[in-house]
Each structure stands twice: as structure tokens, then as C-alpha cells.
């Protein structure tokens, strides 16, 4: 049998003008956290 699980680092952010590297640093860094925390974890953020 093949088991598969997921980490996953999303944010929330308001509509408007965002630095396009800021945005991707900060999701990299919820997805890194989520993984940190172990399998099957979800980390959001606001940005």
C-alpha cells in the first residue's frame, strides 16, 4: 500500500500592491513551518 501526505504553507493576503518576493519569502516560510510541525499540517499566515 502507498500512503501519501501533505505539508502546506498558504497565506492570506489583501488585494493591492504586494512585493511579489515578499509574498513568495512568506509563503515559503508557512510552508517550512508546516513541515516543521510534522506530517500532515496546514500553516497559514496574514500577510
Keep these: 500500500m502507498v500512503q501519501?501526505?501533505?505539508?502546506i504553507g498558504?497565506?492570506?493576503a489583501a488585494k493591492g500592491d504586494i512585493d511579489r518576493n515578499v509574498l513568495l519569502a512568506t509563503v515559503d516560510e508557512a510552508m517550512y513551518e508546516a513541515k516543521a510541525a510534522g506530517r500532515n499540517r496546514f500553516v497559514e499566515k496574514a500577510f
Design 4 to 7: 501519501a501526505g501533505a505539508s
Design 10 to 12: 498558504g497565506i492570506v
